[in-house]
């Protein structure tokens, strides 16, 4: 059995440290905003003329007068991506880059996608990513609640909310694209932050009508010993998924495999170092959970 | 216990076999195929357009201000009261009466059977709000009026949009309403949406007028510009035809001048306007304005009683025939705006498939092989359980034939992972009731029943964000919140239905064995 608790401590300062600076980060640096929230045009191209680099192209960007943009390689080695981001563009902006790109490059480009965000678009979505992602902890601390005590219940929130603010951190940190597909991944990590929670939780909760001797900061590393295999065996099945999305499924998944893999990896560790000590802080014991069951 | 009857096999046998054969279906030919649903790919899988067009409704307010303007005119004059100072300011109707006239005026506007302000029954609520001051009367479009505005105006512009796209020949377009002031246009297999982009830019709102010296004429003039912007000419606002009057419009080539015109034919209405303004105008300039611009001012020659025309204008063919498809589609009640627009081209598409489904491999392979090193037998089990869960899904996918988009496939592969979960749960379970009982059996049927509260309560929580997801999330993003939640089904019942049924045979042939996981 290995002494989870004796490092409860330990791992809440360093959780609180990553949330403090998490946040700072957030406040700060703030996110890197795509095309999806922030508004403006993306373009994925392919050139077939090898010559053609982020240099070359960058120059011919800036002679179209478009305003702050920003390319970069896009996995493959004559993949580009180009963010814009002017606003209002007409409806024949594309066909003008188009026929300027040709002009003063030469060679000929695949436009591979194209994505054109009007600003009121832009806010609307970012409105309804954020009313997602409240919604849906909004969802989980009322569903937790039912089904446990709300003791439980505010262990897991307070856990899915390290979960998200540290991989949004993390998103600020290494300024990574924040876009729907985030919000997605977001969405599945508290999913999936909840889900590790609840296994561990429905074990204390068990345990705790078994044993009235014992105290809960010892019940909560007996039940997470209990549980250890099944959450190792399945934190590693997800995250070979995710890492087999994350390597072979295309530059596309890229950012949400990633944003996932981190939810993982923390939604894992929180469930075990945030949602058992808040139990033991809140001095859960048999008492808490045989109101329940008389109610 | 775990016995199961013969009639529970046949049938978890049966389903299963169901859907295997409708997830495989989606791989053969369609005409040799039994089946003929699908799964659709969705627009950044199989490529194609995404165009959210917004609805300016500006200026249909404005022309029912206008209108109401003049019929208030009319209906006051006709009642004989007398009013002063009738105009527009700031998007309301403003005038004011003699004090003795208020109470009566006011009634023609608040009842309920008013000429003048329509009162909708449904909602309770006349066209016009009315705000009485002393004797100045100020009214401004209440919310159910605006309301009837923009949804009249977007049933219209839904059915020139449809028109229009359809006109241009794209496979099956979808053409559907968003909000009340909205129009959503996907367009697969297009990756160039340039011409349908430019085709939607345009109201295309034509009327025929009179070139005017005359600064005074009784209708009021306008200067307009000429479709070149180099040159201008003041125009009557007397419309002597506009597009409604048009049965047909087709580009042509004039032989004698060599250059490409749009022929159009009129309606009957149209004709004989055209033939009595033609009479009386023979020498005079007739300017043919599109969306507030000239596109030509020829001088007529001749009385035209034909009802056929040309309109010439330095066209190309490719201008002329779009002129023309704008001419016969009709006009736009109002301007569209591209509000989003998002193309994928084919290549990308079936990159992003290809990529998906060597991900879905190479991952579902590293859960089978670890699961397999992990519980042997039973990682057998749980690896068949998954390969059959996966034909669930697929097969449901295509009973309902669901939209499959990249973070789609995304969703399958993260529900490999988590699918095994349940399973996982169970074994683990069973592991440790095995060290406190003897009996196999009773074990393995104590591992199910405890397990149970912690993998529905596990599943309910993803199915929470999945649900949250589907009704927050647009596009792309609905697919894959689509595949997680029907995931949680399709893993659910084939872990209680396949998985327990497997372990359930092999546990009573080996209920003696020690050690069984």
Same mark, same amino acid.
């Given at each position: 059995?290995?002494?989870?608790?004796?490092?409860? +401590?330990?791992?809440?300062?360093?959780?609180?440290?990553?949330?403090?600076?998490?946040?700072?980060?957030?406040?700060?640096?703030?996110?890197?905003?795509?095309?999806?929230?922030?508004?403006?045009?993306?373009?994925? %191209?392919?050139?077939?003329?090898?010559?053609?680099?982020?240099?070359?192209?960058?120059?011919?960007?800036?002679?179209?007068?478009?305003?702050?943009?920003?390319?970069?390689?896009?996995?493959?080695?004559?993949?580009?991506?180009?963010?814009?981001?002017?606003?209002?563009?007409?409806?024949?902006?594309?066909?003008?880059?188009?026929?300027?790109?040709?002009?003063?490059?030469?060679?000929?480009?695949?436009?591979?996608?194209?994505?054109?965000? *009007?600003?009121?678009?832009?806010?609307?979505?970012?409105?309804?990513?954020?009313?997602? #992602?409240?919604?849906?902890?909004?969802?989980?601390?009322?569903?937790?609640?039912?089904?446990?005590?709300?003791?439980?219940?505010?262990?897991?929130?307070?856990?899915?909310?390290?979960?998200?603010?540290?991989?949004?951190?993390? /998103?600020?940190?290494?300024?990574?694209?924040?876009?729907?597909?985030?919000?997605?991944?977001?969405?599945?990590?508290?999913?999936?932050?909840?889900?590790?929670?609840?296994?561990?939780?429905?074990?204390?909760?068990?345990?705790?009508?078994?044993?009235?001797?014992?105290?809960?900061?010892?019940?909560?590393?007996?039940?997470?010993?209990?549980?250890?295999?099944?959450?190792?065996?399945?934190?590693?099945?997800?995250?070979?998924?995710?890492?087999?999305?994350?390597?072979?499924?295309?530059?596309?998944?890229?950012?949400?495999?990633?944003?996932?893999?981190?939810?993982?990896?923390?939604?894992?560790?929180?469930?075990?170092?945030?949602?058992?000590?808040?139990?033991?802080?809140?001095?859960?014991?048999?008492?808490?959970?045989?109101?329940?069951?008389?109610? | 216990?775990?016995?199961?009857? !013969?009639?529970?096999?046949?049938?978890?046998?049966?389903?299963?076999?169901?859907?295997?054969?409708?997830?495989?279906?989606?791989?053969?030919?369609?005409?040799?195929?039994?089946?003929?649903?699908? &799964?659709?790919?969705?627009?950044?899988?199989?490529?194609?357009?995404?165009?959210?067009?917004?609805?300016?409704?500006?200026?249909?307010?404005?022309?029912?201000?206008?209108?109401?303007?003049?019929?208030?005119?009319?209906?006051?004059?006709?009642?004989?009261?007398?009013?002063?100072?009738?105009?527009?300011?700031?998007?309301?109707?403003?005038?004011?009466?003699? #004090?003795?006239?208020?109470?009566?005026?006011?009634?023609?506007?608040?009842?309920?059977?008013?000429?003048?302000?329509?009162?909708?029954?449904?909602?309770?609520?006349?066209?016009?709000?009315?705000?009485?001051?002393?004797?100045?009367?100020?009214?401004?479009?209440?919310?159910?009026?605006?309301?009837?505005?923009?949804?009249?105006?977007?049933?219209?512009?839904?059915?020139?949009?449809?028109?229009?796209?359809?006109?241009?020949?794209?496979?099956?377009?979808?053409?559907?309403?968003?909000?009340?002031?909205?129009?959503?246009?996907?367009?697969?297999?297009?990756?160039?949406?340039?011409?349908?982009?430019?085709?939607? *830019?345009?109201?295309?709102?034509?009327?025929?007028?009179?070139?005017?010296?005359?600064?005074?004429?009784?209708? $009021?003039?306008?200067?307009?510009?000429?479709?070149?912007?180099?040159?201008?000419?003041?125009?009557?606002?007397?419309?002597?035809?506009?597009?409604?009057?048009?049965?047909?419009?087709?580009?042509?080539?004039?032989?004698?001048?060599?250059?490409?015109?749009?022929?159009?034919?009129?309606?009957?209405?149209?004709?004989?306007?055209?033939? !009595?303004?033609?009479?009386?105008?023979?020498?005079?300039?007739?300017?043919?304005?599109?969306?507030?611009?000239?596109?030509?001012?020829?001088?007529?020659?001749?009385?035209?009683?034909?009802?056929?025309?040309?309109?010439?204008?330095?066209?190309?063919?490719?201008?002329?025939?779009?002129?023309?498809? %704008?001419?016969?589609? *009709?006009?736009?009640?109002?301007?569209?705006?591209?509000?989003?627009?998002?193309?994928?081209?084919?290549?990308?598409?079936?990159?992003?498939?290809?990529?998906?489904?060597?991900?879905?491999?190479? $991952?579902?392979?590293?859960?089978?092989?670890?699961? /397999?090193? !992990?519980?042997? &037998?039973?990682?057998?089990?749980?690896?068949?359980?998954?390969?059959?869960?996966?034909?669930?899904?697929? $097969?449901?996918?295509?009973?309902?034939?669901?939209?499959?988009?990249?973070?789609?496939?995304?969703?399958?592969?993260?529900?490999?992972?988590?699918?095994?979960?349940?399973?996982?749960?169970?074994?683990?379970?069973?592991?440790?009731?095995?060290?406190?009982?003897?009996?196999?059996?009773?074990?393995?049927?104590?591992?199910?029943?405890?397990? +149970?509260?912690?993998?529905?309560?596990?599943?309910?929580?993803?199915?929470?964000?999945?649900?949250?997801?589907?009704?927050?999330?647009?596009?792309?993003?609905?697919?894959?919140?689509?595949?997680?939640?029907?995931?949680?089904?399709?893993?659910?019942?084939?872990?209680?239905?396949?998985?327990?049924?497997?372990?359930?045979?092999?546990?009573?042939?080996?209920?003696?064995?020690?050690?069984?996981?």
């Amino acid at each position: 059995m290995i002494n989870f608790n004796k490092f409860y +401590k330990l791992f809440n300062l360093i959780s609180l440290g990553l949330v403090v600076a998490s946040i700072l980060l957030l406040f700060f640096k703030g996110l890197n905003f795509g095309v999806d929230f922030k508004g403006g045009t993306l373009i994925e %191209l392919r050139s077939n003329d090898k010559n053609i680099n982020v240099t070359s192209l960058r120059q011919s960007f800036s002679q179209m007068n478009l305003g702050d943009f920003n390319v970069k390689k896009f996995g493959n080695e004559n993949d580009f991506l180009i963010k814009i981001e002017k606003k209002d563009t007409s409806a024949n902006a594309i066909e003008v880059i188009k026929k300027d790109l040709t002009s003063s490059l030469g060679g000929s480009f695949n436009f591979r996608r194209v994505e054109n965000v *009007g600003p009121k678009v832009s806010s609307e979505l970012l409105k309804s990513g954020i009313i997602a #992602i409240a919604l849906s902890l909004a969802a989980m601390l009322f569903y937790i609640w039912i089904r446990f005590e709300w003791q439980f219940s505010l262990g897991a929130i307070l856990a899915l909310f390290h979960d998200v603010i540290i991989t949004l951190g993390l /998103f600020s940190l290494f300024s990574l694209e924040i876009n729907l597909s985030i919000v997605a991944a977001v969405l599945t990590i508290v999913g999936y932050s909840m889900n590790d929670t609840v296994v561990i939780y429905d074990r204390v909760r068990e345990n705790l009508r078994k044993f009235s001797d014992i105290k809960i900061y010892e019940l909560t590393n007996i039940s997470i010993n209990e549980t250890l295999s099944r959450t190792i065996i399945t934190s590693v099945t997800t995250l070979l998924a995710l890492v087999s999305i994350y390597l072979f499924g295309g530059e596309i998944l890229k950012g949400f495999s990633l944003a996932m893999i981190m939810g993982v990896v923390f939604g894992t560790y929180s469930s075990i170092y945030i949602a058992n000590p808040i139990l033991v802080k809140l001095r859960v014991s048999q008492k808490t959970i045989l109101k329940e069951d008389t109610e | 216990m775990l016995y199961f009857s !013969k009639l529970r096999i046949t049938l978890v046998s049966f389903v299963t076999l169901f859907f295997i054969y409708f997830a495989l279906s989606n791989f053969q030919d369609p005409e040799n195929s039994f089946i003929s649903k699908r &799964i659709n790919l969705g627009l950044d899988l199989q490529g194609g357009s995404y165009l959210l067009l917004e609805i300016d409704n500006e200026p249909v307010e404005i022309q029912k201000l206008q209108n109401t303007t003049t019929v208030i005119r009319n209906f006051l004059k006709s009642k004989k009261i007398n009013f002063n100072d009738l105009r527009i300011q700031d998007k309301t109707i403003v005038f004011t009466t003699p #004090i003795m006239d208020v109470g009566s005026v006011e009634a023609f506007f608040l009842d309920k059977e008013s000429e003048i302000n329509p009162y909708y029954n449904q909602y309770k609520s006349h066209q016009f709000d009315v705000i009485i001051e002393d004797s100045k009367f100020t009214l401004s479009l209440s919310k159910y009026g605006l309301i009837e505005i923009k949804t009249s105006s977007q049933d219209q512009a839904l059915e020139i949009v449809r028109r229009r796209v359809d006109e241009v020949g794209t496979n099956e377009p979808n053409i559907i309403k968003r909000g009340n002031n909205r129009i959503l246009v996907e367009l697969p297999g297009l990756d160039d949406p340039m011409r349908i982009k430019s085709l939607l *830019g345009k109201t295309a709102n034509l009327t025929f007028r009179f070139v005017t010296q005359n600064k005074n004429d009784t209708f $009021g003039t306008e200067m307009l510009q000429f479709e070149d912007g180099m040159s201008e000419a003041m125009v009557s606002k007397r419309i002597i035809l506009n597009g409604e009057n048009l049965l047909d419009a087709q580009p042509q080539m004039n032989n004698q001048t060599n250059e490409t015109v749009v022929s159009f034919t009129l309606d009957r209405v149209g004709a004989k306007r055209f033939g !009595k303004a033609t009479s009386t105008g023979v020498g005079k300039q007739l300017a043919i304005v599109l969306d507030g611009k000239i596109v030509s001012a020829p001088t007529i020659q001749s009385v035209i009683a034909s009802g056929n025309g040309q309109i010439s204008g330095n066209f190309t063919f490719q201008s002329a025939t779009d002129l023309a498809l %704008l001419l016969r589609s *009709g006009a736009l009640p109002a301007p569209l705006n591209i509000i989003e627009e998002r193309t994928v081209g084919p290549d990308l598409g079936q990159d992003s498939i290809n990529a998906g489904v060597i991900a879905l491999m190479i $991952g579902f392979l590293l859960v089978i092989i670890f699961m /397999f090193f !992990k519980y042997k &037998i039973f990682g057998l089990i749980a690896n068949i359980t998954l390969l059959v869960n996966l034909f669930f899904l697929v $097969g449901i996918l295509t009973l309902f034939e669901a939209t499959l988009t990249l973070p789609g496939i995304a969703g399958i592969i993260l529900t490999v992972g988590m699918a095994v979960d349940a399973n996982v749960l169970i074994f683990e379970r069973i592991k440790e009731e095995c060290k406190k009982e003897k009996n196999n059996i009773i074990a393995f049927d104590t591992g199910y029943v405890k397990s +149970k509260t912690a993998i529905i309560d596990a599943n309910i929580t993803t199915l929470i964000a999945a649900v949250i997801l589907f009704f927050m999330g647009s596009g792309p993003v609905k697919g894959f919140s689509v595949t997680l939640a029907v995931g949680i089904f399709t893993t659910l019942f084939s872990v209680y239905f396949i998985a327990r049924m497997l372990t359930g045979l092999y546990v009573v042939r080996n209920k003696e064995k020690t050690k069984l996981i």
